[in-house]
């Protein structure tokens, strides 16, 4: 479904408006019982999982070569010799792949004004207690601080990551610097992976999130939940419904 | 002169040592050899030294090397340095003395020191790669490689090197195979002036005394051994004309140790990691036990349908 960012829309007792910035494209609302709204359209959850793939294939890789202890995880892709070779092609998969997510997503995790309340509001969040939080977007401030520490862990891991990629890059680097970008790589990546755990936690301990990223689509119910604010702006762009309606 | 090792017998012998006197693997636990062997040291004596690279030769013929033809780099350090098939090398220097005015051409046999404490050996994270036997030699074990070259980043020396055709790291092996059956190394073997000599460390720091009072008493007031103890110190070491200034010599580091950024990644880094991981980990168990679920209630559904269901569909 194509859309036009700069065209406002004309709606009875309405002004015209812009189309907010976290409606995405492809996100609509679709009445009925249950209500369902489509999230993520095939594109982005395709790029999503090639992105999900790469991330635990460099986490197990890297792993094994992170600590002695896990070492054996090289067996899964070969051995040793083939862990060494493939990992920072396995990088730089990813960094397209999340490269592609991130121009998908990014203007939809700018900060917005009810961030600061939400995260001043961390203990209700944790306790499940969504009536005490203000509305938000399609994204709250704990997604939009994943999205955001991705990004900034990605850029530094493949960074850091070319710099100790001794097959292409040796020459380029002096071993002083190798050793920065060594420390600087297993630190980020235990960051990016303690992130990821925070992430997959959320998707599994929020019910009626996996379906986003898998049917790509919630029930109407989950929205008003978790990203009301997102909901109401769907309801009331018509422009956001699906042709066949 | 140093006597020199006698040849070997004409029968094999058993070898002197092996798996058994392991008192380092790279990524293992080992259980330390209830007795040591002696230590052994290669000692250089750089005073000694006539830059003819027999040493050079020698490693490579017998380690069946196979260095690129080169090019002249306007030096006569050649190749311009070590590499897969070089595990030694030749350094010259040319360094005016500031205080006799007199060009001194400072050649340094440059190739694995054997620390005590390898930093190549702590970064390794490939199990039983690098070995380090209780008499001091520290070995590269090449199907345990995985050629990922952490060993160059944990190396003080700057000396391990990867090979671009079998993709394992290759350096000095001090010949331990040599050393095994009761020979000195083959740069040992073939140095003329026995420059090079090869024995227990013990024996090597009394030749090097006796070397050093001789330069001493010919006006090297400095000369002494580099032994460093930032290392745990080395098995091969050298009898240096100006041992105040060993970075005169083709850039030996003056006080070498394993980087402070390398211990740390293979340090703190790795526990506080492992830890933090672990702690997400079970943060995220705790909380569920705790919090439950965070379900959408059937009032949610309700709602959701009443806002979008009052539109036309």
Not at chain 1, 95 to 113: D, I, K, T
Not at chain 2, 38 to 63: H, M
Not at chain 2, 113 to 139: E, F, R, T
Not at chain 2, 240 to 259: E, V
Request: glycine share 8%; aromatic share 10%.
């Amino acid at each position: 479904m194509s859309r036009d960012r700069t065209r406002p829309i004309i709606m009875p007792n309405a002004v015209p408006a812009a189309v907010p910035a976290d409606v995405e494209p492809g996100d609509a609302v679709h009445p009925g019982k249950p209500v369902t709204v489509d999230r993520y359209s095939g594109a982005a959850r395709i790029n999503h999982w090639i992105t999900a793939v790469s991330l635990v294939l460099l986490a197990l890789s890297g792993m094994a070569l992170f600590t002695p202890k896990l070492f054996f995880l090289t067996g899964l892709f070969g051995g040793g010799q083939w862990t060494r070779a493939i990992h920072p092609w396995i990088g730089v998969v990813l960094f397209f792949s999340f490269m592609g997510l991130f121009f998908r997503f990014w203007r939809a995790n700018l900060p917005a004004r009810e961030d600061g309340v939400w995260v001043a509001r961390i203990s209700d969040v944790l306790g499940g207690h969504e009536e005490r939080l203000p509305e938000v977007g399609k994204y709250n401030a704990g997604q939009k601080a994943v999205f955001w520490s991705m990004s900034a862990l990605i850029l530094l891991l493949i960074t850091s990551g070319i710099v100790m990629w001794d097959q292409y890059f040796y020459s380029f680097t002096t071993i002083e610097q190798k050793r920065v970008a060594i420390l600087a790589h297993s630190i980020a990546a235990v960051v990016a992976i303690c992130v990821w755990i925070v992430h997959v936690y959320a998707a599994i301990w929020v019910r009626g999130t996996l379906s986003a990223m898998t049917r790509g689509h919630v029930t109407g119910g989950w929205a008003w939940r978790h990203h009301r604010k997102w909901l109401r702006e769907l309801v009331q762009k018509p422009g956001r419904r699906t042709p066949a309606e | 002169m140093f006597p020199a090792i006698p040849n070997p017998p004409v029968t094999p012998p058993a070898p002197k040592f092996g798996e058994a006197d392991l008192v380092r693997r790279s990524a293992s636990e080992v259980t330390p050899p209830a007795t040591r062997l002696t230590e052994v040291a290669k000692l250089i004596d750089v005073s000694k030294c006539i830059g003819c690279k027999a040493c050079q030769a020698a490693c490579i013929e017998w380690n069946n090397l196979h260095e690129e033809i080169g090019y002249n780099t306007g030096f006569y350090t050649n190749p311009p340095d070590l590499t897969e098939n070089s595990f030694t090398l030749m350094r010259f220097t040319e360094w005016v003395n500031p205080e006799t005015d007199n060009l001194e051409w400072l050649i340094r046999k440059d190739g694995c020191m054997h620390c005590a404490d390898p930093g190549c050996l702590k970064a390794c994270p490939s199990p039983g790669a690098i070995v380090q036997y209780s008499n001091g030699i520290v070995d590269f074990v090449h199907e345990n490689c995985i050629g990922c070259g952490y060993c160059i980043k944990g190396c003080p020396f700057n000396i391990p090197r990867i090979s671009k055709v079998d993709h394992t790291a290759y350096k000095c092996t001090l010949c331990s195979d040599r050393v095994a059956v009761g020979q000195g190394p083959a740069c040992q073997k073939a140095c003329p002036t026995q420059a090079i000599v090869f024995g227990t460390k013990d024996e090597m720091k009394d030749w090097a005394d006796f070397r050093i009072k001789d330069l001493k008493s010919r006006g090297y007031d400095n000369a002494g051994l580099y032994d460093p103890q930032g290392v745990g110190g080395t098995h091969v070491m050298y009898v240096l004309q100006h041992a105040d200034k060993p970075s005169l010599y083709a850039g030996l580091p003056d006080n070498p140790r394993i980087s402070p950024l390398v211990e740390t990644w293979k340090g703190v880094t790795k526990y506080v990691g492992l830890a933090a991981m672990g702690f997400a980990v079970a943060a995220g168990f705790v909380h569920h036990l705790i919090a439950g679920p965070n379900r959408v209630s059937p009032e949610d559904e309700a709602e959701a349908e009443k806002l979008a269901g009052g539109k036309p569909t």
